[in-house]
């Protein structure tokens, strides 16, 4: 079976000698939604004009459903870029924005306003459709850009950053949308960003970018509760962090010796005994106790030895939302946050000593380099 799209050992190396992209491997099924994810100069839209053929691949090999992309001129690949500042005609009608892709491939008049109708249809175009852009709000000149984006009915439709120009509440309800439509229309999407929960509602894996290099390819909840490398863990969600030495295995957890004492979690891979490693805990996953709470008494059971001492230094509830501030033998501070619920109004004082606990199962043990 090929795939939709699949890069193998891609590079790119500008003519500055920049290596903007390292061996970038990722093979995406027809369907998906792969959003890259990275800070700014990772590498990201490079690997994106790429795959639409607007850079020169330097080496590797990028193939769509099988055959080899790698020579192909832009127009002549089943691709479909959207950029992030729309590009958009200024003195064109929408209409005629959006079939303008079919016009320049000389499609007769009558396919090409059937196909455009079709598609300003989907998007709720139709009543602005004899407008010019520029007397247009961010979310319609975003929906005009999707539509020209889609009327060529590419195979594999590549997004820059299509979300960045516009609010936030828009963007919420655009990116809503998006997700809808991408699942109806059941066309590949690749989607650049550097905002993390867009990536996170938004995708069905995450290719997280470094330095031009891929970190790891995962679905959203496996990248929050499982990353797989150091800067993962300090890219994404909100993670505490101990850095030690393995020191064994205990019913199949890897046991790492920190100073704040012996620190057990999963292992996603191989840790020798010795390796230097880091104990990765999600914010959600850590529970905190009062010293003296009788639960605190039986959480090691529960918590089996995965307990860390540390003062509170803020404690607000905002609605129904409890956020305490801790800070740690090392001067290092957590932020947590729970449901009323859970810690409700005064249940802990600013300078108060707490216990910090998590799961074995909820924690990760990662090479620490
Ligand atoms: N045309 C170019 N010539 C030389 N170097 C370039 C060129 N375009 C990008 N670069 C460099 O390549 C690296 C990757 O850039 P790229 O634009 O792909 O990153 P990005 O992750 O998309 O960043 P951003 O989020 O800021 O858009 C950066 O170091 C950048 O400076």
Sequence with gaps: MSYDLELTRVGKVYDNGTPAVIDFNLAVQKGEFIAFLGPSGCGKTTTLRMIAGFEGISSGDMMIKGVRMNDVSP?????????????????MTVRRNVGYGLEVKGMAKGERDAKVDRILATLGLEDIAERKPDKL????????????????????????????????????????????LQKTLGITFIFVTHAQSEALALSDRIVVMNQGRVEQISPPHELYTRPNTPFVAQFIGRNTIFQGTVKGRE??????????????????????????????????????????????????????GNAVGAIVTSF??????????????????????????KYPPGKFSVGADVILSWRRSEATVIPAH
């Design 137 to 180: 709000s961010g979310g319609q000149r975003q929906r005009i850009a999707l539509a020209r984006g889609l009327v060529v009915e590419p195979h594999i439709l590549l997004l820059d950053e299509p979300l960045g120009a516009l609010d936030a509440n828009l963007r919420k309800a655009i990116q809503n949308e998006l997700k809808l």
């Design 251 to 304: 019913e199949g957890s890897v046991m790492v010796e920190t100073p704040f004492g012996v620190l057990a979690g999963n292992s996603n891979g191989t840790l020798v005994d010795g390796a230097a490693a880091s104990v990765v805990i999600p914010a959600e996953s850590i529970d905190v106790f009062k010293p003296n709470d009788p639960e605190c008494a039986r959480r090691d059971e529960r918590f089996q």
């Design 316 to 341: 607000d509830v905002v609605g129904h939302v409890s956020q305490l501030g801790a800070k740690l033998p090392d001067g290092r501070s957590v932020a947590l946050e729970a449901h009323t619920d």
């Design 75 to 91: 127009q002549n690949r089943p691709t479909s870029m959207i950029f992030q500042n729309y590009a958009l005609f200024p003195h």
